[in-house]
């Protein structure tokens, strides 16, 4: 994989308002792990949607030990985002057959080798873009921005289905979906200007895609009398 100089010159030379948008964004995403993770255990449904928890771990795991991202510090994050997404893997087989169930009604007998199906499926894409896109300066995060953006329409669509509960619903994973998506993006359009056209694009749309989701989520809490915030009744 290659990766800009001006992009190891960034990193290299912070200034604290990037610090801060960096920390933002690595809290906000382990956020959204661990949050999934307790919604995961408590409401027995998957609180992430299959899909997108195959493209999200099968890119930490290429970035983490086929394709080590070039940043050390940042690695090591990723490091510890597998060990959450492993969880969050063995949760969502646990508890997917759910949704499962209304997206493939009658084939319940297939559900684990649709969803192994899925993930190896995933896990080569992401592997196969490394090198497809190898002319690019960061392939790694041309990736990433396209599967965010995906997996924003994928908890919308999540969300449509699960019409008469709050189980696997969180506006603390949206909230901080929100944020960690769009925290690198700014860090880009503000230190990198003009550069990565087409990833800010990406994370504005994500970003937008993102409030509507605050937005749905807070509505369903409210049709369903509960604060969205606490899950009590209003």
Same mark, same amino acid.
């Given at each position: ?23 933002? +964004? ?23 949607? &299959? ?8 890119? !930490?795991?290429?970035?983490s030990f086929v394709i ?12 510890? &985002? ?15 057959? !759910? ?7 009658? +084939? ?7 969803? =192994?199906?899925?993930?190896? +499926? +995933?896990?080569?894409?992401?592997w196969s873009s490394n ?37 696997? =619903?969180?506006i603390w994973i949206a909230?901080?979906?929100? &944020? ?31 409030? =509507? ?22």
């Amino acid at each position: 994989m290659t990766i800009d100089s001006k992009i190891i010159s960034s990193i290299s030379n912070t200034t604290p308002f990037q610090i801060v948008l960096v920390l933002s +964004m690595l809290i906000c995403w382990t956020a959204v792990y661990a949050i999934t993770i307790i919604r995961n255990h408590k409401d027995k449904i998957a609180a992430m949607p &299959w899909l997108a928890l195959c493209l999200n771990i099968s890119w !930490e795991l290429i970035y983490s030990f086929v394709i080590p991202y070039p940043d050390a510090s940042y690695r090591y994050g990723i490091f510890f &985002w597998v060990a959450l997404d492993s969880v969050m893997l063995v949760q969502g087989l646990k508890y997917g057959r !759910e949704d499962f169930d209304h997206v493939l009604p009658g +084939m319940q007998k297939f559900y684990y080798p649709v969803c =192994i199906g899925l993930f190896i +499926m +995933m896990l080569a894409c992401v592997w196969s873009s490394n090198y497809q896109w190898t002319v690019l300066p960061d392939p790694a995060g041309y990736t990433a921005y396209i599967m965010n953006l995906m997996m924003s329409m994928l908890y919308i669509v999540t969300l449509f289905r699960r019409t008469n509960t709050e189980k696997g =619903i969180s506006i603390w994973i949206a909230i901080c979906k929100f &944020w960690g998506s769009l925290a690198p993006t700014l860090l880009g359009m503000i230190y990198l200007p003009g550069r990565y056209i087409f990833q800010y694009n990406l994370g504005i749309i994500t970003a937008i895609l993102d409030i =509507i989701y605050i937005i749905l989520v807070f509505r369903h809490f409210k049709k369903l009398g509960l604060n969205p915030f606490t899950r009590k009744k209003i």
